[in-house]
Nanobody, 124 residues
Framework: QVQLVESGGGLVQSGGSLRLSCAAS????????MGWFRQAPGKERDFVAA????????YYADSVKGRFTISRHNARNTVYLQMNSLKPEDTAVYYC?????????????????WGQGTQVTVSS
């Protein structure tokens, strides 16, 4: 059974940084794609970034490109989201997700496993 556990969320001032972690367990993740999504109150869950576990290829939403970096640590089975130059509009619950396959996709329904989420709040 695949389990994803996010951590690292919190309260930060505008312009600050946070690093989210997603600890993955239950199998080896070669051949999987890992993604980060976020959901603000009253809004849909939106794609943020994704990484192919095997190749390391990445893809970002336009809103975070140049500010956020997704990475993975193979030995730790962990995916990270480094978030810099944070803005109040980045405030949301951030979710880690995993899907079988190397293709990077941005649609939530194509991901097979989800974590419980971690709150990120950026104050102005």
């Amino acid at each position: 059974q695949v389990q994803l556990v996010e951590s690292g969320g919190g309260l930060v001032q505008s312009g600050g940084s946070l690093r989210l972690s997603c600890a993955a367990s239950g199998r080896t993740f070669s051949g999987y794609t890992m993604g980060w999504f976020r959901q603000a109150p009253g809004k849909e869950r939106d794609f943020v970034a994704a990484i192919s576990w095997t190749s390391g290829s990445t893809y970002y939403a336009d809103s975070v490109k140049g500010r956020f970096t997704i990475s993975r640590h193979n030995a730790r089975n962990t995916v990270y989201l480094q978030m810099n130059s944070l803005k109040p509009e980045d405030t949301a619950v951030y979710y880690c997700a995993a899907r079988v396959g190397n293709a990077i996709v941005i649609v939530t329904t194509l991901y097979d496993y989800w974590g419980q989420g971690t709150q990120v709040t950026v104050s102005s």
